[in-house]
């Protein structure tokens, strides 16, 4: 089974901080995303990469910078938290070019 | 502008009865749709999928239909059972990559 990882399932964080978060797959997969989740909003993709040391935007990535220094691992980064950042963040993997993702549980960032 | 859209926040239903989630899609180059199930707390697992060649894919208890002139796609579950209460995401692609977008999602309830 795909196991992928969030190191954090809670974050409080203070306006201005710098955020990072964590994910990590075991199955080798090419592909990983960073999504956030808000209340009738869905899932919307902020970054994401398909190698290592590769990344593309995705639908909202202002605020938001990633690092993919392993394939194993993609880092979200929040170089200056803000108080719209609070959300439930995901990330997720996926072998190319199949479906499905597989996702993590998240982490519900809050800002104040 | 959503490119996905579920209308519906919410839906009750009774044990043993039909769900019936709807979905719909503005980007004609959309051609592959799928369902996330998503429990409090867990990330989106995935449900079933449908390509854009198909206008129904079956999987137990699951059923997606596609309507490609209405860009319209519907999920039903029968017999609905209390272990399907969840928010259920729809996604939809297109050909260039697996890169995907999400609707607002569907909160179900089924009663006992």
């Known amino acids: 089974d795909v196991k992928v990882t969030q190191s954090s399932r809670y974050l409080v964080k203070r306006t201005g901080e710098k955020v990072f978060l964590e994910c990590v797959q075991d199955m080798d997969h090419e592909n990983m995303f960073w999504y956030r989740q808000d209340p009738g909003l869905g899932l919307r993709l902020i970054y994401f990469?398909?190698?290592?040391?590769?990344?593309e935007k995705g639908d909202i990535p202002e605020g938001y910078s990633v690092s993919r220094e392993k394939k194993e691992r993609f880092s979200l980064i929040l170089e200056s938290a803000s108080t719209n950042q609070t959300s439930m963040y995901l990330c997720a993997s996926s072998p190319i070019p199949q479906y499905p993702l597989h996702f993590g549980n998240g982490t519900r960032l809050t800002v104040t | 502008d959503q490119q996905v859209k579920q209308n519906s926040p919410s839906l009750s239903v009774q044990e043993g009865r039909i769900s019936i989630l709807n979905c719909d899609y503005t980007?004609?180059?959309?051609?592959?749709f799928l369902w996330y199930k998503k429990y409090p707390a867990e990330g989106p697992t995935f449900l079933i999928s449908?390509?854009?060649?198909?206008d129904k894919n079956e999987d137990g208890r699951f059923t997606v239909f596609l309507n490609k002139s209405a860009k319209h796609l519907s999920l039903h579950i029968v017999p609905s059972q209390p272990g399907d209460s969840a928010v259920y995401f729809c996604a939809a692609s297109g050909a260039a990559g697996n890169k995907l977008t999400f609707g607002g999602g569907t909160r179900v309830l089924v009663k006992p």
């Open positions: 990469s398909y190698d290592v040391k590769m990344k």
């Open positions: 980007n004609s180059m959309f051609d592959y």
């Open positions: 449908i390509s854009s060649i198909k």
